[in-house]
């Protein structure tokens, strides 16, 4: 890529909507050999070769989900470290499901490398992928393992940890106050310190400081 934020969209799409011999020639033009994936359910590591995994799970995906409808929500890339970020909503049909489609969001960071092209370009270098990973909220990714009722599940779950959370910092309400009593004592001690420190500072010195 020679520039990330405006072609990053072309290339999910060319990973996820065509045809083998497309995704395929995808994958090798846009990720290094040694490309790292990273997904809450699978991952293949780093090492001479790890591009050719990356290749069998994009295959595996476009096999579960024939038709996948995504729209690329933002854009945000970090020049310095060269980490581009894509927000993602997609429609993920499972094809031995039935009248079950996924509408999952998810954040991509990737990891981006500079190298000279691989391509009789003129040499130029361009931004390759050395590193993906999904990131997915937990009521996101359980629309992959239980279609029927897993997210309302997670939903009841959150709400109940949320209350216990609640009624946990209640019940402790003791410890917040003897952590904020003991803010304030310590602010004191340092106050009183620094003024016994300026006392013993010569009254000369603290005259010269204060001309300078």
């Given at each position: 890529m020679n520039d990330p934020v405006k072609e990053i969209e072309g290339v999910i799409r060319q990973l996820t909507q065509t045809t083998p011999s497309k995704q395929r020639r995808a994958i090798e033009t846009y990720f290094t050999k040694?490309?790292?994936?990273?997904?809450?359910?699978?991952r293949t590591g780093s090492f001479d070769g790890s591009r050719y995994l990356i290749r069998g799970i994009y295959r595996w995906y476009k096999i579960m989900s024939p038709r996948i409808d995504l729209q690329v929500n933002s854009i945000a890339y970090d020049a310095p470290n060269q980490i581009l970020y894509v927000n993602i909503s997609q429609v993920f049909r499972i094809f031995f499901v039935p009248?079950?489609?996924?509408?999952?969001n998810l954040t991509t960071v990737l990891h981006l490398i500079r190298r000279d092209s691989i391509y009789s370009d003129g040499g130029r270098s361009k931004y390759y992928i050395n590193c993906q990973n999904d990131l997915y909220q937990?009521?996101?990714i359980i629309k992959f393992a239980l279609p029927f009722g897993g997210p309302v599940l997670v939903w009841v779950w959150q709400i109940l940890a949320a209350?216990?959370?609640l009624m946990a910092a209640v019940a402790c309400w003791p410890v917040s106050l003897w952590e904020e009593h003991g803010d304030k004592v310590?602010?004191?001690?340092d106050h009183v310190m620094a003024s016994v420190e300026r006392r013993a500072v010569p009254e000369d010195v603290l005259v010269e400081q204060r001309d300078q």
């Open positions: 040694d490309a790292a994936f990273t997904h809450p359910i699978c009248f079950y489609a996924a509408r999952v937990i009521n996101e209350l216990v959370c310590g602010e004191k001690a």
